[in-house]
């Protein structure tokens, strides 16, 4: 999908301070993508991912800063795919003031995967979260997409939009930055998880307001230059969740008579 060559073994420096932690797996369609920021001596995990991949993201995660240096352990929403690697990261992080920056809906749910960390929930701090160096992380809810209470994080410093499920796709044919073709890529994903058509046009109208410079998912790729706008629109008009366009069968299962 895309011209340059990486190796996924290794953490990819994405934007400035700003790594790829995550896992390549060449038989899979479903990857979930890690997120680490260093700032200063300063770092935040985003969206970690789940025990089966905890060795493999944790390794990179310390090849790059001390288990000391992690302040923030962001998550847009609870599911396992991001949050259930969280309480073995927990055990090795040593900094004691770590966080886990969620919003209070999503932590309620959160504390069943054994989380001990406190919560810095983001709706009790005017959905922004100050760094020690003074860079402000903006957190916008985008309700229904999936989760009623999910979050995404917006970096002004690099212009980056963590943006979770929103603007995930399946692919076995996966490569790090969307190229050609990742529009259709991202349908199969959005019809299933995002609750409508509606909720998604609301959020995409505010994500088109943004200043970007890159998109970065949860699964499937970073999103960059004019593939923005393009994906933008394509999620603008996508039919999903109540809105698809896939039959009764298809949507209930069983149909009571
Ligand atoms: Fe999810
Ligand atoms: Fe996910």
């Given at each position: ?51 089966m991949e905890y060795p493999k993201v944790a390794s ?83 309700p229904f997409c999936h989760f009623p209470s999910a ?107």
């Amino acid at each position: 999908m895309e011209e340059q060559e990486y190796d996924y073994l290794e953490p990819i420096e994405v934007a400035k301070g700003v790594y790829w932690i995550g896992y390549y797996d060449e038989k899979a369609s479903f990857h979930s993508n890690p997120y680490l920021l260093i700032d200063g001596d300063e770092a935040v995990v985003f969206d970690p991912a789940g025990v089966m991949e905890y060795p493999k993201v944790a390794s990179k995660i310390f090849s790059l800063v001390d288990p000391a240096q992690i302040s923030y352990i962001i998550l847009h929403h609870q599911d396992p795919d991001l949050c259930s690697g969280v309480p073995l990261l927990e055990d090795v992080i040593t900094n004691k003031q770590l966080k886990i920056v969620t919003h209070s809906r999503a932590a309620v749910l959160i504390n069943y995967y054994g989380v001990k960390s406190e919560i810095y929930a983001v709706d009790r701090h005017q959905y922004e979260l100050a760094l020690k160096s003074g860079r402000i992380l903006k957190f916008m809810k985008t309700p229904f997409c999936h989760f009623p209470s999910a979050i995404v994080t917006y970096d002004p410093k690099e212009k980056l939009l963590f943006s979770s499920d929103i603007f995930a796709a399946l692919s076995v044919d996966w490569g790090l930055f969307a190229g050609k073709g990742y529009e259709r890529q991202m349908e199969t994903f959005h019809v299933g998880y995002m609750a409508s058509r509606k909720h998604l046009n609301i959020i995409m109208d505010k994500i088109a307001k943004m200043d970007l410079a890159m998109i970065l998912p949860q699964h499937g790729s970073i999103i960059k230059g004019e593939m923005i706008s393009r994906c933008i629109e394509f999620l603008k008009g996508l039919h999903c969740g109540i809105d698809s366009l896939l039959s009764e069968e298809e949507l209930y299962g069983w149909i009571p008579k």
